[in-house]
């Protein structure tokens, strides 16, 4: 199944090339309005999902790079050895792959990662995502509703 990795390559393409595009255009903590419950900005992330050990001291960004290859050579792995009748499953594995190796250069490069999707409802915030993040929630998503149905295939 490792056919699927060009799903893991989009994703990592998409997320670098608008993550770079944040960069070049917009300043640190600047917000773009886009809908009344969704805008861009850019944020810095040290630490992992909602930032999560953001403020641990620097350690955390080298524990979150060997997870994260730890990851992607499991999911790589899985996906080499998985059933050729698998597809959503193996659809779902490689959307993770892709957006964890997004956040992984992220935290090699910068030594955080660039968030800049921002919902929100009044002055509540959802914490502010990227697109590695999206294709890990997708993932994730598909795999749980992949074992809810008891079964993995198209």
Do not use: C
Not at 35 to 45: A, D, S
Not at 82 to 94: I, L, Q, S
Not at 123 to 131: G, L, M, Q, S
């Amino acid at each position: 199944m490792l056919k699927w990795l060009w799903l893991s390559v989009l994703v990592f393409a998409l997320d670098q090339f608008t993550k770079q595009i944040v960069d070049a255009s917009m300043r640190l903590y600047e917000t773009i309005p886009l809908l009344p419950v969704f805008q861009l900005t850019y944020l810095r992330n040290q630490g992992a999902a909602f930032s999560f050990l953001s403020q641990a001291g620097g350690w955390q960004r080298w524990f979150f790079v060997g997870l994260s290859i730890g990851a992607a050579a499991l999911i790589t792995y899985w996906l080499k050895r998985m059933d050729r009748t698998k597809h959503w499953e193996a659809a779902a594995w490689a959307l993770v792959l892709g957006g964890a190796i997004g956040n992984l250069v992220d935290r090699v490069a910068y030594g955080y990662v660039i968030d800049f999707l921002d919902a929100f409802y009044g002055d509540w915030h959802w914490p502010a995502f990227n697109v590695a993040d999206s294709a890990i929630t997708l993932g994730i998503g598909m795999l749980l509703i992949d074992s809810f149905r008891g079964r993995s295939g198209t």
